[in-house]
């Protein structure tokens, strides 16, 4: 039947459907007077101020690094072109709504590689529809554009092994080409996620190991390009070199420790200087205060460990909002089923060499919550690469029962 209907005309209308979904949650579900745009909004509206990417110290704003510029900047730019008003808010989730609608059709060229168009085609409806990712497009996030450029970067990657594994004598041009473009992307993603520099390594690395040097060297070339312009601009302000973020050693402490270390962190933090150096001392004294911590408490660390990762990969055990019957709804069975569709990827390795990559990226995102902590949009931004596994798992569940039937 899908096949009779034609599959653009299918995904394009699936896409199309995700972007009124999302346009119409915006206008009912969005705050649209004074939303929570955490420090994105904070530091966009400094910028709009004229007092530069400046951020919260203690008692006033200070020479800043602790977010990747990319979002903070957007929404200057809409700020000052439309305005720091209800327009300008809904402007922003307009963009939301595009990327996500894009996402769903880039997602549905990814599972086509992955498994073939059925299974790509109810992914995307699945993505479309689900009230979960049609929420996160009504929020002033990173989710939405992360997921657009984790679920591109993971495409191309793809297209990039497909290309030279199968086209023998055209494999350099065509290689080359998503090298290139991959690096674009890759650079991008470190505007956003400071974290995307493991990604950023990693290819680097897989390149090499699979003998593409040349290659290997023209993508992470790309990436420091890419990113230079920001990496400068730290240099400059800091006089130290800062490729993306100063947030590393808070986001570690944040994850590790307890009511006494956190006095403890908030009576060296008051000794420091608001000055240009804030960011970067306060980051020092969070590593140290996180290390003591951890030395001193293993046991407990282990646990913390534990308890993070389930409330990654299950539910969240800090937080009651995101306990959400509506969320459950949707994120448990699609835990079940990708665990099903993870187990006979494994029995296929044919099909399980083509998906590595995704299971790269979980075992990434599970070590970044152990490193650092989590929080609620950790999983929704993860869940989207399940998906596609979590339907294989279902088709492949229907089949089998369908076989002991008859």
Request: glycine residues 4%; positive net charge.
């Amino acid at each position: 039947m899908v096949t009779n209907l034609g599959h653009n005309t299918v995904i394009y209308s699936i896409a199309g459907l995700a972007f009124i979904l999302r346009i119409v949650a915006s206008y009912f579900m969005a705050d649209l007077q004074t939303p929570e745009m955490w420090e994105f909004g904070m530091i966009a509206r400094n910028l709009l101020n004229g007092e530069g990417f400046t951020f919260e110290a203690l008692t006033k704003n200070v020479p800043s690094a602790f977010m990747p510029p990319g979002l903070p900047y957007i929404y200057y730019i809409v700020f000052y072109l439309i305005g720091d008003n209800s327009t300008g808010y809904f402007f922003i989730l307009l963009l939301n709504s595009v990327l996500a609608s894009t996402t769903v059709v880039l997602l549905y060229m990814l599972t086509s590689i992955y498994f073939n168009r059925t299974i790509a085609i109810i992914t995307a409806f699945f993505t479309a529809i689900s009230p979960v990712y049609i929420y996160s497009a009504t929020s002033f996030n990173s989710i939405v554009i992360y997921q657009f450029l984790l679920i591109l970067s993971l495409l191309l990657f793809s297209k990039l092994f497909n290309q030279s594994n199968t086209y023998a004598g055209g494999a350099n041009r065509v290689s080359m080409k998503y090298t290139i473009l991959l690096g674009f992307v890759s650079g991008i993603f470190l505007y956003f996620r400071a974290e995307s520099l493991v990604f950023i390594l990693f290819i680097t690395f897989y390149l090499l190991k699979n003998k593409f040097v040349s290659r290997s060297v023209v993508y992470f070339f790309i990436c420091v390009i890419m990113i230079s312009p920001w990496t400068i601009r730290n240099y400059i302000t800091f006089g130290k070199l800062i490729p993306v973020s100063t947030s590393f050693g808070y986001n570690f402490y944040t994850g590790h420790g307890d009511e006494a270390s956190t006095e403890i962190y908030k009576q060296k933090l008051s000794l420091i200087e608001e000055d240009k150096n804030f960011e970067i001392m306060k980051s020092n004294i969070a590593l140290e205060t996180a290390f003591d911590y951890i030395k001193n408490n293993p046991v407990s660390e282990v646990k913390e460990s534990v308890r993070k990762v389930f409330s990654l990969w299950v539910f969240d055990l800090y937080r009651q909002s995101s306990r959400n019957p509506v969320y459950l709804i949707m994120w448990l069975p699609v835990l079940f089923f990708f665990t099903i569709g993870t187990f006979r990827l494994f029995q296929n390795r044919k099909k399980y060499i083509i998906l590595k990559p995704v299971y790269y990226y979980l075992v990434f995102s599970t070590l970044l919550v152990i490193v650092f902590f989590n929080i609620p949009r950790y999983q929704v931004q993860m869940s989207i690469v399940l998906v596609p596994i979590a339907v294989f798992g279902l088709l492949n569940l229907k089949h089998k029962m369908k076989d002991k039937i008859t």
